[in-house]
């Protein structure tokens, strides 16, 4: 299966945060060991490292990108223009970060590893918690 993260979803599975969602968790462990393709979106490292930046939360720019080169498949997604010809299509009731990982769910007919209720409402795509 792919599966495409959120932010938050991917930071709480690396720092081990108690916030994860017991679905989430199992799919990021098997995703660590192949089973499946993690797709990993621009935004997201973009998110993460404005958070680190702010001392939101506690690891390093460098840190954080070894622990996710560390999936056996993981894929990084780029922002660009087969996306923004896509993003059109998706709710506007979404900011942009969550309809950029939306529309790179779409593209990849992937599952999206998130806890956001804007995005599960719209049911724009599947997700995971």
């Not at 393709?37 to 506690?58: A, C, D, M, Y």
């Not at 990982?101 to 806890?115: D, E, G, S």
Request: net charge positive.
């Amino acid at each position: 299966m792919v599966f495409v993260t959120d932010t938050h979803s991917l930071i709480w599975y690396l720092t081990g945060d108690e916030r994860i969602g017991k679905r989430a968790k199992r799919i990021f462990a098997d995703l660590e060991t192949g089973k499946g393709k993690l797709i990993v979106s621009i935004i997201v490292f973009l998110e993460t490292l404005v958070l680190i930046e702010k001392g939101k939360i506690q690891t390093s720019w460098q840190e954080f990108n070894d622990k996710v080169a560390q999936f056996p498949t993981v894929t990084f997604y780029p922002v660009g223009f087969d996306l923004l010809q896509e993003i059109k299509k998706v709710s506007q009731l979404l900011d942009l970060h969550d309809r950029i990982l939306v529309t790179t769910a779409k593209i990849y007919k992937a599952i999206l590893i998130t806890k956001d209720g804007q995005i599960k409402m719209t049911k724009e795509v599947k997700t995971a918690w």
